[in-house]
Every structure is written in C-alpha cells, then in structure tokens.
C-alpha cells in the first residue's frame, strides 16, 4: 500500500518559514519524481515543485528563489523548505510521487495546510 504523509504545515507570518516534509511508503522511491503541488481555496492544484531522483530540480515561476525541493533517497522523504512566505502562498500542500517508466504510478498524500496571515 502507498503512502505518502505530509508533515511541518501551520500557521505563519508574512516573511516567515516553514519546512514541509513528506515520507513516502509502499514505492521504490528512487524510480519516482517527487514534487509539491498546492491548492488554495476555489483555485486548481498547481506546481510547486519537483525533483527527480537523481536531484534534478524544477520550480513554478514564482516560487524559484523562494522555496528549495530536497529529498532523501536513503529515508524516502522529500522536503520543501519555503522562506519569504506570503499571503498568496496560503493552500493545502501535497507531496506527490510520479513514475513513467514501465508501469506508471502516481500517488498523492492527504495534504497539510499553510497559512499565511499576519
């Protein structure tokens, strides 16, 4: 059984930090690219960020600079450290685990929360 659990949401203040983190379960996880992806509310889920296993890394427009999408082939986790955060990056977080090769998978955890307000 797959399982990808989201961990480190809350609550914090404009400019503030937070470090989300994702252990994945039930995969082989060096065949999988790991992202995040969010959802505010009334919005689509959208890319926050992905990285292949070998550590190749790719970020949405906007949080490049920002956040930084790490992961840990020996503890099967994937990382998102998020700095400078903003109102608009309130939203439900999910870790996401993709393979295309040979038989494909996808999979996404239950989310955690992000607010941002002052």
């Known amino acids: 059984q797959v399982q990808l659990v989201e961990s480190g949401g809350g609550s914090v203040q404009p400019g503030g930090s937070l470090r989300l983190s994702c252990a994945a379960s039930g995969i082989i996880f060096t065949l999988y690219t790991m992202g995040w992806y969010r959802q505010a509310p009334g919005k689509q889920r959208e890319l926050v960020a992905t990285i292949t296993a070998r550590g190749n890394s790719n970020y949405a427009d906007s949080r490049q600079g920002r956040f930084t999408i790490s992961r840990d082939n020996a503890k099967n986790t994937v990382d998102l450290q998020m700095s400078s955060l903003e109102p608009e990056d309130t939203a439900v977080y999910y870790c996401?685990?993709?393979?295309?090769?040979?038989?494909?998978?996808?999979?996404w955890g239950r989310g955690t929360q992000v607010t941002v307000s002052s």
């Open positions: 996401n685990a993709l393979k295309t090769t040979g038989i494909p998978g996808n999979y």
